[in-house]
């Protein structure tokens, strides 16, 4: 059974502050992992895809921790921009059009 | 540069009414997939295509059918539409579907039935 797990949240984090939340996925064979950012009432779209070492892009880093089965994303500084739905999405192995599968998301609002 | 279009963004129907939703992208894109998401439940893939006049059936393809009608253009037909059907509608697009790959979505229709 596919499945991807998520902490709907909310998180009500205030700004400046550092948040993370992680998502954990059952297939042990997935091998793409990925963030995306859905703002409310708009399309998903791509934050950062997740490497097995680990990556950062400005604020953001994702890591990776396949004996866990779980990915994160840690956001630095936080921004009230970044008050948004955050999808966790994986894939299996090989590939395959329908292999992606989202998490249900995670609700980030960030306080002023 | 458009990305991924739908039309229409909104629609109502009443039960057993019939409908196509359609999608483009310009992003001259291989794979091309409709989601549908309802709350509580995420994004579940409804129908793909993996090419021009190729589709596949997804993870809840029941009471929909799709075309591939060119390379740039993915339609998502309902015959008779009922009220579980009600839900806000994606396409997305993508270069290829191995690892690593990045899916581009419309904007989204929202479609209730009544």
């Known amino acids: 059974r596919k499945e991807v797990e998520q902490d709907p949240g909310p998180f009500n984090v205030p700004e400046g502050a550092t948040v993370a939340f992680n998502c954990t996925y059952s297939n042990s064979a997935s091998q793409s992992f990925f963030w995306y950012r859905q703002d409310c009432r708009k399309e998903p779209k791509l934050l950062m895809s997740?490497?097995?070492s680990g990556n950062e892009d400005g604020r953001f880093t994702a890591q990776l921790n396949r004996a866990s089965q779980y990915i994160s994303l840690l956001i630095r500084d936080s921004k009230l921009s970044d008050s948004a739905t955050y999808l966790c999405?994986?894939?299996?192995?090989?590939?395959?059009?329908?292999?992606?599968?989202f998490g249900k998301g995670t609700h980030l609002i960030i306080q002023p | 540069n458009a990305g991924v279009t739908q039309t229409p963004k909104f629609r109502v129907l009443k039960t057993g009414q019939s409908m196509t939703l359609l999608c483009a992208q310009d992003?001259?894109?291989?794979?091309m997939y409709w989601y549908r998401q309802d709350p509580g439940m995420g994004l579940r893939l409804i129908h793909y295509s993996v090419g021009e006049g190729t589709t596949a059936k997804g993870e809840v393809p029941d009471g929909y059918n799709v075309s591939r009608l060119n390379k740039r253009e993915f339609s998502l037909r309902l015959e008779s539409a009922a009220p579980s059907q009600t839900s806000v509608y994606f396409c997305?697009?993508?270069?290829?579907?191995?690892?690593?790959?990045?899916?581009?979505f419309g904007p989204g229709t929202r479609l209730t039935v009544t």
């Open positions: 997305a697009s993508s270069y290829s579907a191995q690892g690593g790959y990045e899916q581009y």
């Open positions: 997740v490497y097995s």
């Open positions: 999405v994986v894939s299996p192995s090989g590939g395959g059009a329908d292999g992606l599968t």
């Open positions: 992003m001259n894109h291989e794979y």
